[in-house]
């Protein structure tokens, strides 16, 4: 009986290993070919989403308080609110690169327009925001594979990995909007 628990758990992860593998490729690759598609550009005229940056750094600030209300749970020995707050920080997760891609989608790129020391420091955050952000998809896809596999020993230690990296992306989010919101054009 032992051994089947074991084999039904292995068979979840592997189920969802060629589903994490298309999505840790997909996502980055057709963000980025949406970023540079404009509606407005294939004779489809919808108004500029010009309101959703502040909605989407104020979801990636919800991200980070989830991540860190997930960890306290379960610091705390509540599985079950940990795992209510690591699902809405992805569902958060989601629905941020929903409405940053309908975004970009619709209106022209806001060029930084700080100078000297700031500019370095803004394109150092959001560089590093971008490559992390990439790089947190099997992360995150991965984690929780584990957890829905039963298999906590291999969750709590990537989870170890993904959090920091998690946390940072849903920060510099904010950060990077707080720092570019000034040269916003309405």
Request: one cysteine or more; aromatic letters at 12%; proline letters at 4%.
């Amino acid at each position: 009986m032992k051994q089947h628990n074991r084999d039904e758990k292995y068979s979840i992860e592997n189920k969802f290993n060629t589903l994490i593998i298309i999505l840790s490729i997909a996502i980055p690759v057709v963000v980025a070919i949406l970023f540079k598609v404009k509606l407005k550009d294939y004779g489809i005229n919808v108004e500029p989403l010009t309101f959703l940056p502040p909605i989407y750094a104020v979801i990636n600030g919800i991200t980070a308080m989830l991540l860190l209300l997930g960890v306290y749970a379960i610091k705390n020995g509540d599985k079950k609110m940990h795992q209510n707050m690591m699902q809405g920080a992805i569902a958060c997760s989601i629905l941020f690169l929903v409405m940053y891609v309908a975004y970009h989608m619709t209106t022209d790129s806001t060029p930084f327009g700080g100078v000297g020391i700031i500019r370095y420091v803004y394109f150092f955050i959001l560089i590093s925001h971008i490559l992390l952000s990439i790089t947190v998809i099997p992360l995150v896809l991965i984690t929780y594979v584990k957890a829905l596999a039963e298999r906590f020993d291999k969750h709590k230690k990537i989870a170890k990995i993904t959090f920091p990296i998690w946390l940072y992306v849903a920060v510099t989010g904010v950060i990077v909007y707080l720092m570019i919101a000034p040269y916003y054009v309405h």
